[in-house]
C-alpha cells in the first residue's frame, strides 16, 4: 500500500488526536447528585492518549501517550491508591500514542498497536507487573492505529479495526490475542471499516461493536460471537457517532453515549442512546448535560451499577438507569481534557488522568471521582 507523503500524514494524526477547537458555551445544570470529583496527584508526565489499566494489586498502570504532536512516551508509570503516588514503571521497546491495553487473566498487560512516529504499528508487548518490564511479543497480523482490545470470557482477546494507514478511517479486519500462546490470530472480518469505535461485552459473552469512521462516521453496529469467530449484524444505532464511550449497565443493556460526527469539534453531541441485546435495537435515553466527545471507549461502571462520564468537558456526569438520566457530580476538572483515561479503583472511586484541552498540549494532572 502507498504512503502518503510525510506532512499529509502528519496533518492526519493532527485531526485524529488534537484538532483545534472553537469556543463553546457550557451550560450547567442546577443540582449535583452524582458524587464529587476532586484534584489529585499529578503523573510524572504530561499524557494524553495513553492507556491505565487496573492490576491485580489495585495500582494502576499508564502506559504511552503524548505530551504534544510527534512528542510520544515509551515511559509508563504506576499510581498506588494507598499512597496516591505515581512511580516510575519501565519502557516500551517503542514511543506510541492511540495504542490499546487489556488486563490478562495472567495479571500481565496487553499493549497492542497504535501510532509509532507518523506510522500506524503492528507491534505489541507484554508487561509483567512482578518484573516491571515490557516484552516484546509476536507482531499483530495488521498495523493498528486506535483499535478495540476487549477480554473476551476465554481469557482471549479480540482487537478490531483501527487505522492502518493514517487516513482518518478505519479497517474491517479483526483478530484474536491467543493468551496461550501469546499469538495473534486473524478472525473473521467487520461488516464495515472502523475506526474509534466502542466494544462492549455482553452477558452472553458476544461483544458489540458500535459506530465508528470508515470512510465516514457510521450508524451500524454488530456482533462478534466467540463461538463462529464471526460478525453478526443486528440493529443499527439511531446516531451515527464516534470518539464516544459505552458501558455495560446492570441489566445486560449496553449505553452509548457523546462522540461526534464527521465534523469533529463542531458535530460534539450530547445525545445517548441504548442497546437491547433481547430485541438488538437502539432506543433513545435522555441526553448528557454536556455535549462532548473524545471519550475513554468504556465508562466506568460504578458499584451501584451506575455509569461514569468523563472527558471533553469539564464536567464529569454519571448515567444513572434508574431514571435513565445523567447527573452532574460536585467539582469539576480544570479544563475540557480529550483522550484522558478513567479508571474504577478497588475502593469504588475511579481515577481520570492526562488529556489535552483545546491545544495540543497534554496535563500530567489527575482527578478522583468519589461516588
Known amino acids: 500500500?502507498?504512503?502518503?507523503?510525510?506532512?499529509?500524514?502528519?496533518?492526519?494524526?493532527?485531526?485524529?488526536?488534537?484538532?483545534?477547537?472553537?469556543?463553546?458555551?457550557?451550560?450547567?445544570?442546577?443540582?449535583?447528585?452524582?458524587?464529587?470529583?476532586?484534584?489529585?496527584?499529578?503523573?510524572?508526565?504530561?499524557?494524553?492518549?495513553?492507556?491505565?489499566?487496573?492490576l491485580q494489586d489495585g495500582r494502576v498502570l499508564i502506559v504511552g501517550g503524548m505530551r504534544r504532536n510527534q512528542d510520544f512516551y515509551r515511559s509508563a508509570e504506576l499510581?498506588?491508591?494507598?499512597?496516591?503516588?505515581?512511580?516510575?514503571?519501565?519502557?516500551?521497546?517503542?514511543?506510541?500514542?492511540?495504542?490499546?491495553?487489556?488486563?490478562?487473566?495472567?495479571?500481565?498487560?496487553?499493549?497492542?498497536?497504535?501510532?509509532?512516529?507518523?506510522?500506524?504499528?503492528?507491534?505489541?508487548?507484554?508487561?509483567?507487573?512482578?518484573?516491571?518490564?515490557?516484552?516484546?511479543?509476536?507482531?499483530?497480523?495488521?498495523?493498528?492505529?486506535?483499535?478495540?482490545?476487549?477480554?473476551?470470557?476465554?481469557?482471549?482477546?479480540?482487537?478490531?479495526?483501527?487505522?492502518?494507514?493514517?487516513?482518518?478511517?478505519?479497517?474491517?479486519?479483526?483478530?484474536?490475542?491467543?493468551?496461550?500462546?501469546?499469538?495473534?490470530?486473524?478472525?473473521?472480518?467487520?461488516?464495515?471499516?472502523?475506526?474509534?469505535?466502542?466494544?462492549?461485552v455482553l452477558g452472553d459473552g458476544r461483544v458489540l461493536i458500535a459506530g465508528g469512521r470508515g470512510e465516514t462516521v457510521t450508524a451500524s453496529a454488530e456482533l462478534y460471537d466467540p463461538a463462529s469467530r464471526q460478525f453478526l449484524s443486528t440493529g443499527n444505532m439511531i446516531t451515527a457517532r464516534y470518539k464516544h464511550s459505552a458501558g455495560l449497565l446492570p441489566d445486560g443493556r449496553v449505553l452509548i453515549a457523546g462522540g461526534s460526527d464527521a465534523r469533529d469539534w463542531h458535530g460534539a453531541m450530547a445525545s445517548a442512546e441504548i442497546y437491547d441485546p433481547h430485541t438488538q435495537k437502539f432506543s433513545a435515553t435522555s441526553p448528557l448535560n454536556e455535549s462532548r466527545f473524545k471519550l475513554p471507549d468504556e465508562a466506568a461502571r460504578l458499584a451501584s451499577g451506575k455509569l461514569l462520564i468523563a472527558g471533553g468537558s469539564k464536567s464529569v456526569e454519571v448515567y444513572d438507569p434508574a431514571s435513565g438520566k445523567f447527573l452532574l457530580a460536585a467539582g469539576e476538572i480544570d479544563d475540557a481534557r480529550h483522550f484522558m483515561t478513567e479508571t474504577e479503583l478497588k475502593d469504588g472511586s475511579v481515577l481520570l488522568a492526562g488529556g489535552y484541552p483545546d491545544n495540543d498540549r497534554a496535563t500530567a494532572q489527575t482527578w478522583i471521582y468519589r461516588p
Open 1 to 54: 500500500m502507498s504512503r502518503l507523503p510525510g506532512v499529509v500524514v502528519a496533518l492526519a494524526i493532527v485531526c485524529l488526536l488534537y484538532e483545534a477547537a472553537p469556543q463553546r458555551k457550557i451550560v450547567r445544570a442546577a443540582d449535583f447528585a452524582a458524587g464529587s470529583v476532586s484534584p489529585g496527584t499529578p503523573m510524572l508526565a504530561e499524557r494524553s492518549g495513553h492507556t491505565a489499566t487496573l
Open 79 to 200: 499510581y498506588d491508591p494507598a499512597t496516591h503516588k505515581f512511580a516510575t514503571g519501565g519502557e516500551m521497546s517503542v514511543a506510541r500514542v492511540g495504542h490499546a491495553a487489556v488486563l490478562l487473566r495472567s495479571g500481565k498487560v496487553l499493549v497492542a498497536g497504535g501510532y509509532v512516529g507518523m506510522e500506524c504499528t503492528d507491534l505489541a508487548e507484554l508487561y509483567d507487573p512482578a518484573t516491571g518490564r515490557f516484552t516484546a511479543l509476536p507482531k499483530m497480523t495488521a498495523k493498528r492505529g486506535r483499535p478495540t482490545a476487549t477480554l473476551l470470557k476465554s481469557g482471549d482477546v479480540l482487537i478490531a479495526g483501527g487505522a492502518e494507514d493514517n487516513s482518518p478511517g478505519g479497517v474491517a479486519s479483526a483478530e484474536i490475542f491467543r493468551a496461550d500462546s501469546l499469538k495473534f490470530e486473524a478472525v473473521g472480518s467487520m461488516h464495515f471499516a472502523r475506526i474509534a469505535q466502542t466494544a462492549t
